[in-house]
């Protein structure tokens, strides 16, 4: 695979403010961060443009793909990795025409139904939840819980990341699901420190694939 999903941070605006967006990126990679989603519902395309800019050159040189949620704008414009979108977003099959074929394009997914009638041509991967219910993302869809999750990455056709209200102690459940990764905001934004709440994902995770 060219990307790995293992530990995939989402970015928030407000939750990275302690340290703020860059630092925080900074830190969650050297503590081994995978990838990295810039993810803002209220900032202008020109200010997200030049956050993705400065988080790929963060990026760029540790090989860690950047993805912009939602903002195809913002994807192309930056230079970035690739693009994640939503039920209601572009769709998967705009993205890839756009960004072409070494982008990395991701799909976020709730329910069975979505993941029966999603597009596969085109589409890299998928972010499943949200597990728990979460105060990072506003009305967010029913919680899938890990019963539910493991349905879901059982009948993915693609590499799928687990999303919402996940923590470290989660990691066992999340592998046992099956899926590739797992997604988080705020275990690792607003943590007292990102780089060691990053270590610790990182360290569970590869912990895991030894015992397996
Ligand atoms: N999509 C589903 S849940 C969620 C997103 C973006 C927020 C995850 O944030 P946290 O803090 O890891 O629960
Ligand atoms: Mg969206």
Known sequence: MRFDLSVYLVTDATLCQPYGLERTVEDAVAGGVTMVQLRDKHASETTMIEQAKRLNAILKPKNVPLIINDRLNVA??????GLHVGQSDTTVREAR?????????????NTLEQLNSMPLEGLDYVGLGPVFATTSKQDHA??????????????????????????AQHIDAVKRSGAHGIAVISA?????????AAKELAMRWRQREVMR
Request: hydrophobic content about 45%.
């Open 142 to 167: 029913t919680p899938l819980g890990f019963d539910g999750l493991a349905t879901l990455v059982e009948v993915s056709a693609v590499p799928s990341v687990a999303i919402g209200g996940l923590k």
């Open 188 to 196: 690792i934004c607003g943590q007292a420190s990102p780089q060691n």
């Open 76 to 81: 192309l414009a930056s230079g970035a990795e």
């Open 97 to 109: 025409d756009a960004l072409g074929p070494n982008a990395i394009i991701g799909l976020s997914i």
